[in-house]
């Protein structure tokens, strides 16, 4: 650990992604890194990963994978450029969607769910849509729930994801799930050819832009619409912008004494903070509630004595709601978005729409010592007050 600078904490990123030119702006000393600082970044890579990742058990030896092809490509590393590239690729081996590099080229696979528009599974050796999100370039070329992806860039999708793994050294393959969201989200400076068949046997030839490229709605942080329901307040992927807080608090005095608050959360498909997500549980609780529990792995494993703690949320002074409260969450609600309606629920709202997006725990920046590269991977292990893991909750009325 001696090698790493650790920075704060973080529930969740929004990573927007830097231009090839920026990454290669990384800082160090005065009189630059040296070819061997860099190349010992990239073996540190290793280390990091071993103490602080908090997934280990997702591997069946208890360690994450690594390959012949890339301990090769960590001894050719040289320079900024290389090491982002390399820590790309170590990176998704662990086939896990919250680890992240702080830097990225122009070409870097999209960040999935953030930037991606199709949720994929694996279905008897066919690849089946099982969710299409909103007003995305995907859903206006009509893609719905129950397609098939049969081919990306003209390669079948199988094949497509068996050739992402062998392409980092995996030849016996890696997570099929993981890797055709990636290949399906596409690389971020260009379209995406995706070849879909409905379930009448019809195939359609598809040129979608990558959602780098999509206009974005200009939208503020949050939408609100009434209707027969109730008050809708919807986030619009906004949980890590503090300005949320000011427009949700001014929001809230649109409510009506008792009426139900509906929170769309479907569209947080990049995370956010606690400040935020307190600041919109604190409406809804006269007392400390507890919402989440947390789990760091990296000091059990440094000393052997686990670390655990309940993060409570308080009432806010001037600021309560005491009527109904009803979640709408889906695939693209990720991370912090996750842990609010995992919140809410423990205060007794209804949610609805799962599952979400199972993002696996609480992110931590690290960041390489000689190099300044921050790698970002989740640290601590996240689960609701009654015990259930974040990635696994499931709505009660589901």
Known sequence: MSILNRVAPLCAVLVLGLPISAAAQITGPTTGPTAEDYRNDARSIDGLIA???????RFPSGQAPMTERLRAEADAVHDSATLL??????????????????SSFSDSWAIVPSYADLWIEPEGGLYRITAVRDRSPAQGAGVTVGDRLIRIDGVPTAEAVAAYWRDLGLESGGDASYAVRVLAAGRRDRPRRLTLQRGDGLQRELELSNLYEAPRPGAGPITTTRGRDGLTITFNDSLGDDRTIAAFDAAMTQARRNETIILDLT????GGNTVVARAVMGWFV???RPYQVHRLMSEERETGVPRQW??????????HHSGAVWVKVGRWTGSMGEGL????DAQGARVTGCPMA??????????????????KLPAERLSSVSG???????????
């Open 286 to 288: 006269s007392e400390a």
């Open 267 to 270: 569209d947080t498909p990049s």
């Open 388 to 398: 259930v893991p974040r990635e696994d909750f499931r709505c009660p009325s589901a």
């Open 85 to 102: 590239r390399y820590a790309e690729r170590r990176l998704a081996l662990l086939a896990d969607a919250h680890v992240i590099t702080g």
């Open 341 to 344: 309606a995992l919140g809410l």
């Open 358 to 375: 199972g993002l696996l725990g609480a992110i931590y920046d690290f960041r390489l010592e000689r190099s300044g590269l921050t790698i």
């Open 51 to 57: 103490a602080n990742y908090a997934y280990l058990d």
């Open 310 to 319: 309940i993060e409570e949320v308080l009432p806010r002074p001037g600021r």
